[in-house]
């Protein structure tokens, strides 16, 4: 078998509560502007430093409400990474595809059994997809993805015989 790597970028949709994140940093932001502004009447060495630094601040805290995931499979092992802000990457799991027991579309209840839930999907409700595995680091675990075709046969070429998918080739 040759060599197999496939990778996807995921970006997650906003739900109401990022969006209210995002509202009350603009609203706040607008507040400690107007008050280094007020306090730079007093001290204008105030508006000199903390003014510029306070606007960067503020940008790059409404950037890490942006969160989007990085699905990569290589070899039979599956890289799970977070990013937040375009900037910040965090790796939330790396499996061994010969450990799933359980491969398929995700259903709500799902998550409910298992000792470690990562939900990397965007979020969207369609398309979504588990993968289920015992992990010696995490537990029982369950992966949710939102894959598209190139990731699903590259999974489906490394997971065990009895739970690969029906209908997906393992080298497209």
Wanted: aromatic share 12%; charged share 25%; hydrophobic share 45%.
């Amino acid at each position: 078998m040759s060599d197999i790597f496939a990778e996807q970028l995921v970006v997650k949709k906003s739900s109401s509560a990022d969006n209210a994140r995002r509202v009350m940093i603009a609203v706040g932001s607008v507040f400690i502007c107007l008050a280094i502004v007020w306090l730079a009447f007093w001290y204008i060495i105030y508006l000199l430093a903390a003014l510029p630094f306070t606007i960067l601040y503020q940008v790059r805290l409404f950037r890490s409400v942006f969160t989007e995931y990085e699905y990569s499979v290589t070899n039979g092992e599956i890289d799970v990474i977070k990013i937040t802000g375009k900037s910040k990457r965090v790796a939330l799991i790396t499996a061994e595809l010969k450990d799933v027991y359980s491969f398929a579309k995700f259903n709500k209840g799902d998550a409910d059994r298992y000792d470690t839930v990562i939900a990397a999907h965007d979020r969207s409700g369609q398309g979504a997809y588990r993968l289920s595995l015992k992990n010696p680091k995490y537990g029982d675990t369950i992966i949710i993805l939102s894959p598209d075709k190139r990731i699903l046969s590259a999974v489906n070429a490394f997971v065990p015989k009895a739970v690969k998918l029906e209908g997906i080739s393992d080298t497209e």
